[in-house]
């Protein structure tokens, strides 16, 4: 074969290549879409009852914790580098702790009938849920100060300052964020040095409780006219706030759903 007719030949071939591949190209391109899967359970359900269209309940992948955080391996334990926190002896941080519980309870507590009055049914549920969460973590620390001096007495509640229901979402946040970056890990830190353990566990439960605290608070902010209608559930060792059904057990504590207060 000559050159010539060689090179045709390859040519030839090399189109004809070409040809099937625009045809399979144009085809696919033709081809009608696969339906996409249906997102929401039922159009009308957005929590509001307004039809947005959004899902009624909240869903996210399914929490199932296997491991329980520890202070001296995690890494979201370091102190705020500007810290407001002062530091005593593991005692009196103890009674630092409950007075700052205290406070948070007697507000939340303010909080929820003021949402309560302004229509916010789900936000009064969150604060009640959040109150109910600090009571816990009151009670584990004045068991443990009560262990160091049986003479030990709860402090009185403070007074509160209302404002609006956005307004105390905020406030809610900050003081959540200031316990869960400053205040519990100086405490937390303290107690390793004096070798407290049960301080340091005590500390440490309350500590991640209240980083979840502060989470609901900006989520609830951020939506704060599209709730959503599902239940908050409250862990009854640690003060643990999940929101929704998608849990299978506590992720600080491990106690299980079955055993959670739902709000």
């Known amino acids: ?18 040809s099937i591949s625009a045809m399979g190209l144009l085809g696919a391109c033709a081809a009608p879409s696969e339906p996409k899967a249906e997102t929401t359970t039922d159009p009308s359900a957005d929590g509001t009852g307004t039809g947005s269209g959004t899902n009624s309940e909240y869903m ?31 005692y009196e941080n103890l009674m630092t702790a409950i007075a700052g519980e205290t406070g948070a309870t007697t507000k939340y507590e303010a909080f929820s009938k003021v949402a309560k009055n302004e229509g916010f049914d789900v936000l009064a549920r969150l604060f009640q849920c959040t109150a109910d969460a600090e009571k816990i973590h009151i009670g584990l620390e ?17 007074a509160v300052e209302e404002h609006e229901s956005d307004i105390n979402l905020i406030s809610g946040a900050n003081g959540e964020i200031y316990e ?12 390793q040095e004096e070798g407290n353990n049960k301080a340091v566990q005590v500390f440490t439960r309350a ?20 709730p959503f209608d599902g239940k908050y559930y409250l862990c009854p060792i640690c003060g643990y706030i999940h929101k929704g059904e998608n849990f299978t057990a506590c992720p600080i504590c491990l106690a299980p759903k079955s055993s959670f207060t739902a709000y």
């Open 207 to 226: 500590k991640l409780a209240e980083a979840y605290h502060a989470k609901l608070y900006m989520d609830a902010y951020t939506t704060i006219d599209t």
């Open 60 to 90: 996210a992948e399914v929490l199932e914790p296997t491991s329980m955080p520890d202070a001296s391996t995690a890494s979201n334990f370091n102190i705020i580098y500007d810290s407001k926190t002062t530091v005593g002896t593991t």
């Open 180 to 191: 869960t970056s400053d205040m519990y890990p100086s405490f937390i830190k303290k107690a």
């Open 142 to 158: 004045y068991d443990l100060a009560k262990e160091i001096d049986p003479a030990t007495e709860k402090p009185e509640p403070p």
């Open 1 to 18: 074969m000559s050159d010539i007719s060689r090179r045709n030949l390859l040519k030839g071939a090399a189109v004809s290549a070409v």
